[in-house]
């Protein structure tokens, strides 16, 4: 039959053929068989006219088209999809059309959720996510407190683990890691690496299968056979390049052969033991008969695995018990001594926990805000599109079909705010990882697909959230809608209120941000500002620990820092090159504490003991730190073994015992190492802040190495360049005299002071983008809501311009609405920060909580910038030609 | 279901005797890709019943069946309420089926 066919038929045949599969399944035969039919129906009729031919030929084949649009009709019943499609499409024109209001909703809604996505990568890593450890609901830390500060948790003392292991009956397995250093001779120099020993199935426990290799046997934690050792990942690529052939080999540490057994997975990072830079190498501990007895420093990390039965309670309950048995054997070491049984993945987040929780529920809520800035636009905008909304309701549109085409755009909107937002929360996290404060795992947060599965939700919830209202509102258009010319005179007195409540809560939002942010800002200037009593710049310290056989005596000391010293000051750019034994600002810092006397004056009771922080340094030291000396003089040759013992004492020493007197040439007793010597003091120089820039300087006496010979020193070289620039130099000379010798640590004062500021800065600059965050939500929110209302109020103005309003009047009506709510805002705020800033009263240095010019800047700041987004809808109205609004009416 | 103005259009060409959808079209100018949507969304709202015709016709014209539409007792309420709705779908005159209506009629 086919072959008969005219060519017109078979045009429109074929066409049918290729719109047919569009047709959903099911009635796909029968409606190729109704457009069939009609088709040849139609041309057995045409082929009987001959005359009207041509027209109806063209008007078959345009029908036969006309069928793709049946059949899309009938798979858009069938599937909805292409509707969607189209809102989809109509989403982003309107977008592009309203290009100001879109970007402005789009910026907002993705710091909103992109912050939020960050945070929640962070709290879904260290606190939701289970570690990656083996079964970790089993692993627990324990760890040892006081009865009277049980939050303060201490590491185990040796005999506490001891007694731990051998009575508890609770753990599967329990271990303890001991700090450990190795001087590892191998590499490009000599370098210490941190490490630990580790006790009998430490990794066990732990729950940590290694990636190469095996972990420990029990026969190997044996005194003489602990010459085996296995690698953190981190320590295998940098020291091996990540040789796949480590295991079996042998390895020198400590100038002793260590066959390596394994290596670790890179997620391993126990956060256990005190770490100024990743451990790196684990070799087994071979328990000490004095360790049983060794209470008094707490010093080691334990890590258990429960058995499947007891609880974490029980453990607890079970591990004070022993406790007490401890303290009634040992009481003056354990008295008031108790356990703290803590769960590995509590133990992992630590003391991140408390804030990143809070942290969360205020991004949340800075994202509800979002929201709702963002409903409050959409607001304006559908108020401005009603009559589209009533002519499509005309056009056949029923409430449902707007709704769900309002929601799709606000899922346009909020979809292009999610890509926007997940690239903004890479980028946030990647800061947050460089800057922010040291975590277990934090390094492992990335944007994974449980991540995008959040932003999803979070994109999903967010356009019903900021898109129900509008939506709502635009279903249900009035029959007036259509007849109206353009929007009613006034707006809706709810949204009204609803604006205005949205402008006051955003603007006292951002003030109270803007305060902490201000406070901190103050108190960081305020302690970058303090005199740390040293110099701030060109001086680089390198800590050596010089013990063993070669440096067994003082005079082997002396000799080698003398000819350290001497290399050190031959070296291009060195302008002083001093020794000191504790230098401020490094994390291990030796801080040794001894007791302290006036000679001469009569010993205070025991009670009142005064005690002073000793340090041992070369009169160099003082001239490359910059300290100035007050009184006297600094260290000189002659002050040698023979010579009379002499002490330098800093300032508050001397104010504290000599109060408007000279000390240099009284006699001071201090306690060094359990004896009592006596010295002559022979100068007084300024005090030094050792531990942070904001913690108070402490008393220190000086005694000069040459008559205290010590192992634990640091070079202290004052340099005419880039002080990091002599390194290379100072370590040649160095090693030219032991080529052995580990650099413990090497900084620069600038880092040091960098590094004890980086806590306060992170925060600063926390607190100041969700300042930001809040302040570009508060503009945007009163834009949108002022030109909502003034949209609302044209016929008014219309009306006014038209009685002779000036430009001026009009535009005063606008920013004095805006700025009444932005008044009350502003008022609201300040007592809020008022009331809140004590939360943050931690983290101030040298201002108050209420500090005037902080709560003044704030005020002004947020006056202009809420002034500014008044200021745009104001000159709008003004820009009206009262004929034309009037006219539309 | 939603009062159209098309909707009205095809509604008043069932009601004056036009049965097959090219013929609505013929009746109403209005599109293939107008009239075949409004008649499916009318069967779905059981406003038209749809039937296949007697194939012993179809059969002496050697092509398939066509499929006949004609409004139940609620449809016919319904095209009685467009007509009082929308005065312009008076302009459908009746005329032979097969003439190409004047173009007025367009929406």
């Known amino acids: ?889 | 279901m939603n009062l159209t103005y098309p909707t009205a259009l095809v509604l008043q060409a069932l009601a004056r005797g036009y049965h097959y959808g090219f013929d609505i079209m013929d009746a109403t100018a209005l599109p293939s890709g107008t009239v075949y949507p409004i008649l499916r969304r009318l069967d779905r709202e059981s406003l038209v019943t749809a039937r296949w015709e007697a194939s012993r016709l179809a059969q002496r014209e050697q092509r398939p069946a066509r499929r006949y539409y004609e409004l139940t007792a609620a449809g016919e309420r319904f095209a009685a309420e467009a007509a009082d709705r929308y005065q312009p779908v008076d302009a459908i005159q009746r005329r032979p089926a097969r003439l190409r209506p004047a173009r007025q009629t367009k929406e």
């Open chain 1, 1 to 889: 039959m086919p072959s008969r066919d005219p060519f017109l038929v078979r045009l429109s045949i074929w066409l049918l053929r290729v719109i047919r599969p569009l047709v959903p399944r099911d009635t796909r035969d029968d409606w190729m068989r109704e457009w069939e039919g009609e088709v040849r129906h139609r041309w057995s009729w045409i082929a009987r006219d001959r005359r009207t031919r041509w027209r109806e030929e063209a008007e078959l084949v345009r029908r036969a088209g006309g069928a793709v649009s049946d059949a899309a009709y009938l798979r858009r019943e069938f599937t909805w999809d292409l509707d969607v499609a189209h809102d989809f499409r109509h989403g982003l024109r309107l977008l592009r059309k309203r290009a100001l209001l879109s970007a402005l909703a789009v910026i907002v809604l993705a710091i909103g959720s992109g912050s939020t996505i960050a945070v929640f990568s962070v709290v879904d890593r260290l606190i939701v996510r289970d570690p990656p450890y083996r079964d970790p609901g089993r692993v627990v830390t324990i760890w040892q407190t006081s009865v009277d500060t049980p939050s303060e948790r201490e590491g185990a003392s040796p005999g506490a683990f001891i007694a731990w292991r051998e009575r508890a009956t609770s753990f599967e397995a329990i271990a303890a890691v001991e700090p450990f250093s190795f001087d590892y001779l191998a590499g490009s120099e000599p370098e210490t690496l941190l490490g630990g020993l580790v006790t009998e199935r430490f990794f066990e426990a732990l729950g940590v299968v290694p990636l190469l290799g095996r972990t420990f046997r029990p026969e190997e934690h044996v005194a003489g056979r602990a010459d085996i050792a296995i690698l953190s990942y981190g320590g295998w690529q940098r020291l091996f390049g990540g040789d796949a052939g480590i295991v079996g080999r042998v390895v020198q540490l400590e100038e002793r052969p260590f066959r390596i057994v394994g290596v670790l997975p890179h997620w391993f990072d126990p956060n256990l033991l005190e770490r100024t830079r990743p451990r790196e190498v684990y070799a087994p501990k071979a328990l000490q008969d004095f360790e049983r007895r060794s209470f008094r420093s707490r010093y080691w990390n334990v890590v258990a695995r429960l058995k499947p039965e007891p609880t974490i309670d029980r453990a607890e309950q079970e591990l004070r018990a022993v406790s007490t048995q401890l303290a009634a054997e040992n009481p003056r070491t354990m008295t008031r001594m108790t356990a703290a049984v803590v769960p590995l993945a509590e133990h992992l987040s630590g003391s991140a926990r408390g804030p990143l929780l809070i942290l969360f529920g205020a991004i949340v809520l800075v994202l509800l805000i979002a929201c709702a800035n963002v409903a409050s636009l959409l607001l304006a905008g559908a108020s401005e599109r009603r009559r589209e909304f009533a002519i499509r309701t005309a056009l056949g549109a029923g409430p449902g079909r707007i709704v769900r085409q309002v929601l799709v755009e606000s899922f346009t909107l909020a979809c292009l705010a999610s890509v926007a937002g997940i690239i903004f929360a890479k980028w946030a996290l990647g800061a947050v990882v460089r800057f922010g404060p040291h975590v277990a795992q934090l390094d492992q947060v990335a944007i994974d697909g449980r991540i995008l599965a959040f932003a999803l939700t979070l994109t999903a919830g967010t356009a019903l959230l900021f898109g129900t209202a509008p939506a709502l509102q635009a279903g249900q258009p009035s029959q007036q809608a259509m007849k109206d010319s353009s929007t009613s005179g006034t707006a809706s007195r709810p949204r009204r209120r609803f604006g205005s409540v949205l402008v006051v809560a955003e603007v006292s939002l951002a003030m109270i941000l803007l305060v902490g942010a201000g406070l901190l800002l103050r108190s960081f200037v305020a302690v970058a500002k303090i005199d740390p009593g040293f110099t701030r710049s060109n001086v680089i310290a390198m800590q050596v620990f010089t013990y063993g056989p070669r440096y067994a005596s003082g005079d082997r000391l002396r000799a080698f820092y003398d000819q350290a010293l001497e290399r050190a000051r031959a070296v291009p750019g060195v302008q002083a090159a001093g020794l000191v034994s504790a230098m401020p600002l490094l994390s291990s810092n030796i801080n040794i504490e001894g007791g302290f006397r006036v000679e001469g004056r009569p010993a205070p009771p025991p009670t009142e003991q005064q005690t002073t922080f000793i340090s041992i340094a070369t009169g160099d030291y003082f001239r490359a730190m910059g300290i100035p000396l007050r009184n006297g003089r600094l260290f000189a040759e002659t002050d040698t073994p023979s010579g009379r013992p002499v002490a330098i004492v800093n300032d508050l020493i001397a104010q504290r015992h000599w109060p408007g007197a000279n000390p240099v040439g009284e006699r001071i007793t201090i306690n060094w190492q359990g004896r009592w010597l006596t010295l002559d003091v022979v100068g007084v120089v300024g005090r030094l802040r050792h531990d942070a820039l904001d913690r108070e300087a402490r008393p220190e006496v000086f005694m000069p190495f040459a008559q205290t010979p010590f192992g634990s020193m640091t070079f202290v070289v004052r340099t005419a360049g880039d002080p990091a620039g002599i390194v290379p130099a100072m370590k040649t000379a160095v090693w030219a005299i032991d080529p052995t010798l580990a650099f413990y640590d090497i900084a620069t004062i600038d880092t040091l002071l960098a590094q004890s500021l980086s806590a306060r800065r992170f925060l600063l600059w926390l607190l100041t983008g969700f300042a930001g965050l809040a302040f570009a939500l508060a503009a945007a929110g009163i834009y949108g809501v002022l030109t909502f209302t003034t949209l609302q109020r044209r016929r008014e103005m219309g009306v006014r311009l038209a009685m002779g309003a000036r430009d001026r009047d009009i535009a005063a009506l606008v920013v004095g609405e805006g700025m009444a709510l932005v008044g009350i805002g502003i008022a609201l705020g300040l007592l809020a920060s008022v009331a809140s800033t004590r939360l943050l009263s931690a983290f101030l240095f040298g201002v108050t909580p209420i500090d005037p010019l902080t709560l003044g800047t704030a005020v002004l700041l947020i006056g202009v910038v809420a002034f500014a987004a008044c200021y745009i809808p104001a000159r709008r109205a003004t820009r009206m030609d009262p004929l034309i609004v009037l006219r539309a009416e």
